[in-house]
Protein backbone atom coordinates (compact mmCIF):
# COMPACT_ATOMS: atom_id res chain seq x y z
CA UNK A 1 0.00 0.00 0.00
CA UNK A 2 1.62 3.66 -1.26
CA UNK A 3 0.53 6.60 0.20
CA UNK A 4 -1.70 8.88 -1.72
CA UNK A 5 0.40 11.83 -1.61
CA UNK A 6 3.96 11.26 -1.94
CA UNK A 7 3.80 7.94 -2.97
CA UNK A 8 5.90 6.41 -0.02
CA UNK A 9 4.95 2.66 0.45
CA UNK A 10 3.58 2.19 3.81
CA UNK A 11 3.91 -0.64 6.00
CA UNK A 12 0.90 -2.85 6.97
CA UNK A 13 0.62 -1.18 10.62
CA UNK A 14 1.15 2.34 9.38
CA UNK A 15 -1.50 4.52 9.82
CA UNK A 16 0.47 7.92 9.09
CA UNK A 17 3.28 8.21 5.93
CA UNK A 18 6.94 7.87 7.51
CA UNK A 19 7.54 10.37 4.67
CA UNK A 20 5.29 13.42 4.47
CA UNK A 21 3.71 12.54 7.57
CA UNK A 22 -0.06 12.36 6.26
CA UNK A 23 -2.62 10.20 7.24
CA UNK A 24 -3.10 7.01 5.58
CA UNK A 25 -5.93 6.28 3.25
CA UNK A 26 -9.74 7.31 4.78
CA UNK A 27 -10.90 3.51 4.27
CA UNK A 28 -8.09 1.91 6.25
CA UNK A 29 -8.78 4.27 8.91
CA UNK A 30 -12.38 3.78 9.03
CA UNK A 31 -12.62 -0.24 8.16
CA UNK A 32 -9.70 -0.26 11.19
CA UNK A 33 -11.42 1.75 13.46
CA UNK A 34 -14.49 -0.59 12.71
CA UNK A 35 -12.92 -3.69 13.04
CA UNK A 36 -11.77 -2.55 17.07
CA UNK A 37 -14.97 -1.87 18.12
CA UNK A 38 -16.52 -5.01 19.81
CA UNK A 39 -20.18 -6.03 18.65
CA UNK A 40 -22.63 -5.49 21.39
CA UNK A 41 -26.08 -7.48 21.66
CA UNK A 42 -28.99 -5.64 23.15
CA UNK A 43 -29.61 -6.48 26.47
CA UNK A 44 -33.25 -7.08 27.72
CA UNK A 45 -33.33 -4.97 31.27
CA UNK A 46 -34.48 -7.28 34.44
CA UNK A 47 -37.50 -5.09 34.87
CA UNK A 48 -38.68 -5.63 31.39
CA UNK A 49 -38.67 -8.94 31.46
CA UNK A 50 -39.86 -9.56 35.06
CA UNK A 51 -42.99 -8.00 33.77
CA UNK A 52 -42.98 -10.19 31.04
CA UNK A 53 -42.69 -13.38 33.13
CA UNK A 54 -45.24 -12.02 35.30
CA UNK A 55 -47.58 -11.87 32.27
CA UNK A 56 -46.60 -14.90 30.98
CA UNK A 57 -48.23 -16.44 34.17
CA UNK A 58 -51.33 -14.11 34.47
CA UNK A 59 -52.51 -14.00 31.38
CA UNK A 60 -56.17 -13.36 31.11
CA UNK A 61 -56.89 -9.82 33.09
CA UNK A 62 -52.95 -9.10 33.47
CA UNK A 63 -53.65 -5.66 33.70
CA UNK A 64 -56.02 -5.64 36.88
CA UNK A 65 -53.79 -7.67 38.41
CA UNK A 66 -50.16 -5.82 37.55
CA UNK A 67 -51.94 -2.65 38.85
CA UNK A 68 -53.12 -4.05 42.15
CA UNK A 69 -49.83 -5.69 42.49
CA UNK A 70 -47.77 -2.24 42.29
CA UNK A 71 -50.17 -0.42 44.97
CA UNK A 72 -49.34 -3.08 47.38
CA UNK A 73 -45.85 -2.96 46.36
CA UNK A 74 -45.85 0.99 46.26
CA UNK A 75 -47.65 1.03 49.86
CA UNK A 76 -45.69 -1.62 51.27
CA UNK A 77 -49.29 -3.61 52.14
CA UNK A 78 -50.47 -6.84 51.82
CA UNK A 79 -54.34 -5.53 51.66
CA UNK A 80 -56.24 -5.04 48.21
CA UNK A 81 -59.63 -5.33 47.21
CA UNK A 82 -60.92 -7.98 45.33
CA UNK A 83 -64.91 -8.98 44.79
CA UNK A 84 -64.16 -11.98 42.92
CA UNK A 85 -62.53 -13.89 46.14
CA UNK A 86 -65.06 -12.19 47.85
CA UNK A 87 -67.96 -13.66 46.59
CA UNK A 88 -66.66 -17.09 45.10
CA UNK A 89 -64.17 -17.93 47.48
CA UNK A 90 -62.50 -21.74 47.28
CA UNK A 91 -64.15 -21.30 43.49
CA UNK A 92 -61.93 -18.57 42.70
CA UNK A 93 -58.92 -20.09 44.04
CA UNK A 94 -59.35 -23.01 41.68
CA UNK A 95 -60.28 -21.04 38.82
CA UNK A 96 -56.62 -19.23 39.38
CA UNK A 97 -54.66 -22.78 39.86
CA UNK A 98 -54.13 -22.10 43.93
CA UNK A 99 -54.92 -25.57 45.49
CA UNK A 100 -53.29 -25.42 48.35
CA UNK A 101 -55.95 -22.18 49.49
CA UNK A 102 -59.03 -24.26 48.17
CA UNK A 103 -57.93 -27.19 50.90
CA UNK A 104 -57.08 -24.58 53.62
CA UNK A 105 -60.78 -23.15 53.10
CA UNK A 106 -61.70 -26.23 53.38
CA UNK A 107 -60.15 -27.54 57.06
CA UNK A 108 -61.62 -23.90 58.13
CA UNK A 109 -64.95 -25.21 57.55
CA UNK A 110 -64.55 -28.45 58.80
CA UNK A 111 -63.38 -26.20 62.15
CA UNK A 112 -66.46 -24.17 62.02
CA UNK A 113 -68.67 -27.49 61.33
CA UNK A 114 -66.95 -28.89 64.44
CA UNK A 115 -67.90 -26.17 66.81
CA UNK A 116 -71.02 -26.27 65.85
CA UNK A 117 -71.20 -29.99 66.03
CA UNK A 118 -69.66 -29.23 69.92
CA UNK A 119 -72.41 -26.78 70.89
CA UNK A 120 -75.27 -28.88 69.56
CA UNK A 121 -76.28 -26.42 67.44
CA UNK A 122 -80.02 -26.68 65.95
CA UNK A 123 -79.92 -25.98 62.43
CA UNK A 124 -82.78 -25.12 60.70
CA UNK A 125 -84.18 -28.20 58.05
CA UNK A 126 -86.07 -25.10 56.62
CA UNK A 127 -82.68 -23.27 55.94
CA UNK A 128 -79.63 -25.26 56.49
CA UNK A 129 -77.91 -24.44 53.39
CA UNK A 130 -78.31 -20.52 54.64
CA UNK A 131 -78.07 -20.94 58.11
CA UNK A 132 -77.90 -17.39 59.43
CA UNK A 133 -75.58 -17.99 62.81
CA UNK A 134 -73.10 -20.12 60.50
CA UNK A 135 -72.90 -17.68 57.73
CA UNK A 136 -72.65 -14.97 60.40
CA UNK A 137 -69.70 -16.93 61.48
CA UNK A 138 -68.07 -17.51 57.93
CA UNK A 139 -68.84 -13.62 57.00
CA UNK A 140 -65.37 -12.87 58.52
CA UNK A 141 -63.30 -15.57 56.19
CA UNK A 142 -64.94 -14.08 52.87
CA UNK A 143 -64.20 -10.84 54.16
CA UNK A 144 -60.41 -11.86 54.68
CA UNK A 145 -60.38 -13.25 51.59
CA UNK A 146 -61.13 -10.46 49.58
CA UNK A 147 -58.62 -8.55 51.18
CA UNK A 148 -55.70 -10.59 50.80
CA UNK A 149 -56.68 -12.34 48.03
CA UNK A 150 -54.37 -9.84 45.56
CA UNK A 151 -51.55 -10.62 48.05
CA UNK A 152 -51.92 -14.12 47.88
CA UNK A 153 -52.17 -14.41 44.13
CA UNK A 154 -49.22 -12.46 44.20
CA UNK A 155 -46.92 -14.69 46.15
CA UNK A 156 -47.99 -17.50 44.44
CA UNK A 157 -47.29 -16.14 41.02
CA UNK A 158 -43.89 -14.89 42.61
CA UNK A 159 -42.98 -18.55 43.85
CA UNK A 160 -43.18 -19.86 40.40
CA UNK A 161 -41.20 -17.05 38.90
CA UNK A 162 -38.57 -17.64 41.03
CA UNK A 163 -39.04 -21.69 40.59
CA UNK A 164 -38.68 -20.54 36.50
CA UNK A 165 -35.42 -18.37 36.99
CA UNK A 166 -33.65 -20.98 38.56
CA UNK A 167 -34.49 -23.28 35.65
CA UNK A 168 -31.41 -23.82 32.86
CA UNK A 169 -33.88 -21.79 30.11
CA UNK A 170 -34.12 -19.11 27.87
CA UNK A 171 -36.33 -16.59 28.22
CA UNK A 172 -38.50 -17.80 26.25
CA UNK A 173 -38.46 -21.05 27.48
CA UNK A 174 -39.03 -19.58 30.58
CA UNK A 175 -42.66 -18.19 28.90
CA UNK A 176 -43.71 -20.93 27.72
CA UNK A 177 -43.32 -22.82 31.09
CA UNK A 178 -45.07 -20.29 33.20
CA UNK A 179 -48.36 -20.38 30.93
CA UNK A 180 -48.40 -23.76 31.69
CA UNK A 181 -48.46 -23.30 35.33
CA UNK A 182 -50.61 -19.63 35.26
CA UNK A 183 -53.68 -18.62 33.63
CA UNK A 184 -56.54 -19.94 34.65
CA UNK A 185 -58.22 -23.32 34.40
CA UNK A 186 -62.31 -24.22 34.52
CA UNK A 187 -60.48 -27.88 35.08
CA UNK A 188 -59.61 -26.37 38.45
CA UNK A 189 -62.90 -24.87 39.08
CA UNK A 190 -64.15 -28.64 38.23
CA UNK A 191 -61.56 -29.87 40.76
CA UNK A 192 -63.47 -27.23 43.83
CA UNK A 193 -66.88 -28.33 43.01
CA UNK A 194 -65.86 -31.79 43.62
CA UNK A 195 -63.93 -31.63 46.53
CA UNK A 196 -66.98 -29.14 48.27
CA UNK A 197 -69.21 -32.66 47.19
CA UNK A 198 -66.77 -34.77 48.80
CA UNK A 199 -66.77 -32.91 52.00
CA UNK A 200 -70.29 -32.61 51.95
CA UNK A 201 -70.60 -36.05 52.02
CA UNK A 202 -67.65 -36.70 54.36
CA UNK A 203 -68.88 -34.25 57.20
CA UNK A 204 -72.35 -35.86 57.36
CA UNK A 205 -70.87 -38.80 58.48
CA UNK A 206 -67.90 -37.51 60.96
CA UNK A 207 -69.49 -34.46 61.95
CA UNK A 208 -73.49 -35.06 61.54
CA UNK A 209 -75.70 -32.10 62.33
CA UNK A 210 -79.19 -32.72 63.39
CA UNK A 211 -80.55 -32.40 59.72
CA UNK A 212 -78.81 -35.16 59.18
CA UNK A 213 -80.10 -36.87 61.72
CA UNK A 214 -83.67 -35.78 60.90
CA UNK A 215 -82.67 -37.06 57.07
CA UNK A 216 -81.91 -40.38 58.43
CA UNK A 217 -85.36 -40.85 59.81
CA UNK A 218 -87.33 -38.95 56.76
CA UNK A 219 -85.98 -40.68 53.99
CA UNK A 220 -86.13 -43.67 55.75
CA UNK A 221 -89.15 -46.46 55.46
CA UNK A 222 -90.80 -48.89 58.06
CA UNK A 223 -90.68 -52.60 57.42
CA UNK A 224 -94.10 -53.03 56.49
CA UNK A 225 -94.20 -49.99 54.00
CA UNK A 226 -91.10 -50.04 51.80
CA UNK A 227 -92.35 -47.98 49.17
CA UNK A 228 -93.26 -44.58 51.01
CA UNK A 229 -90.99 -42.69 52.79
CA UNK A 230 -91.94 -41.87 56.49
CA UNK A 231 -91.17 -38.39 55.48
CA UNK A 232 -93.65 -38.23 52.75
CA UNK A 233 -96.39 -40.42 54.47
CA UNK A 234 -96.11 -37.76 57.45
CA UNK A 235 -96.32 -34.99 55.02
CA UNK A 236 -99.73 -36.42 53.36
CA UNK A 237 -101.41 -37.30 56.83
CA UNK A 238 -100.79 -34.84 59.28
CA UNK A 239 -101.15 -30.93 59.10
CA UNK A 240 -98.17 -28.37 60.44
CA UNK A 241 -95.42 -31.28 60.41
CA UNK A 242 -92.40 -30.08 62.10
CA UNK A 243 -89.27 -32.42 62.93
CA UNK A 244 -86.07 -31.30 65.51
CA UNK A 245 -83.31 -33.55 66.77
CA UNK A 246 -83.29 -34.46 70.98
CA UNK A 247 -80.11 -35.07 72.43
CA UNK A 248 -80.48 -34.29 75.81
CA UNK A 249 -81.91 -36.37 78.31
CA UNK A 250 -80.93 -40.12 76.36
CA UNK A 251 -77.65 -41.14 75.22
CA UNK A 252 -78.88 -42.12 71.87
CA UNK A 253 -79.75 -39.43 68.79
CA UNK A 254 -83.24 -39.01 69.04
CA UNK A 255 -85.46 -37.32 66.28
CA UNK A 256 -88.93 -35.95 67.41
CA UNK A 257 -91.83 -35.63 64.69
CA UNK A 258 -94.89 -33.27 65.54
CA UNK A 259 -97.64 -33.04 63.90
CA UNK A 260 -101.78 -31.98 63.82
CA UNK A 261 -104.25 -33.94 62.50
CA UNK A 262 -108.29 -33.49 63.02
CA UNK A 263 -110.48 -35.79 64.87
CA UNK A 264 -114.50 -35.27 65.30
CA UNK A 265 -113.89 -31.69 64.58
CA UNK A 266 -110.91 -31.05 66.95
CA UNK A 267 -106.89 -30.61 66.39
CA UNK A 268 -104.84 -33.52 67.51
CA UNK A 269 -100.89 -33.25 68.19
CA UNK A 270 -99.04 -36.43 67.99
CA UNK A 271 -95.76 -36.45 68.85
CA UNK A 272 -93.43 -39.10 67.92
CA UNK A 273 -90.00 -40.17 69.02
CA UNK A 274 -87.69 -41.79 67.03
CA UNK A 275 -83.73 -43.33 68.44
CA UNK A 276 -81.62 -43.57 65.99
CA UNK A 277 -78.72 -46.30 66.68
CA UNK A 278 -75.65 -47.20 64.29
CA UNK A 279 -77.47 -48.66 61.48
CA UNK A 280 -81.37 -48.58 61.93
CA UNK A 281 -83.57 -46.38 63.71
CA UNK A 282 -87.19 -47.36 65.69
CA UNK A 283 -89.93 -45.41 67.53
CA UNK A 284 -89.28 -45.32 71.21
CA UNK A 285 -92.66 -43.52 72.26
CA UNK A 286 -95.14 -41.39 71.32
CA UNK A 287 -98.11 -39.45 72.46
CA UNK A 288 -101.47 -37.71 71.33
CA UNK A 289 -102.24 -35.11 73.22
CA UNK A 290 -100.11 -35.51 75.91
CA UNK A 291 -100.87 -39.12 76.53
CA UNK A 292 -98.63 -41.44 75.72
CA UNK A 293 -99.60 -44.66 73.50
CA UNK A 294 -98.79 -48.02 74.58
CA UNK A 295 -96.76 -49.83 71.77
CA UNK A 296 -100.07 -51.88 69.85
CA UNK A 297 -101.22 -48.20 69.73
CA UNK A 298 -98.54 -47.28 68.31
CA UNK A 299 -98.73 -49.95 65.30
CA UNK A 300 -102.43 -49.31 64.92
CA UNK A 301 -101.79 -45.50 64.24
CA UNK A 302 -98.55 -46.19 61.97
CA UNK A 303 -101.46 -48.61 59.68
CA UNK A 304 -103.61 -46.08 60.02
CA UNK A 305 -101.27 -43.09 58.27
CA UNK A 306 -100.38 -45.63 55.51
CA UNK A 307 -103.15 -46.83 54.67
CA UNK A 308 -105.50 -44.49 55.24
CA UNK A 309 -105.99 -41.31 52.74
CA UNK A 310 -107.98 -39.54 55.42
CA UNK A 311 -106.92 -36.95 58.33
CA UNK A 312 -108.40 -39.25 60.78
CA UNK A 313 -106.96 -40.90 63.40
CA UNK A 314 -108.68 -42.65 66.80
CA UNK A 315 -107.43 -42.29 70.05
Known sequence: MYCRYCGNQLGVQDYFCSSCGKAAT????????AASVEYMAPVESEDSLEAQLEESFVRK????YINKWN???NKDSKISWNWATFFLGPFWFGYRKMYIPVLLIGVIYFLVDLFFFLIHYQFSEDNYFVDP???LVLFPLFII???FGNYIYLKHANRYINQVNLKPFDNEQKKTWLKSKGGTSWLGVLFTILFVLFYGIVSAFLIPTNVDQIHT????SFYNYPTTTIGKGFDNFFNDTHWEYVSSGSPYDVVRFSGIVMSDGEEVKVIIDFVITDNSFEIHS???????LANEEIETMIDTIFNSNENVIHN
Do not use: H, M, R
Open 26 to 33: DEKVSSEA
Open 61 to 64: NYDF
Open 71 to 73: KLE
Open 133 to 135: IQN
Open 145 to 147: LGL
Open 217 to 220: VKDG
Open 286 to 292: STVNGNK
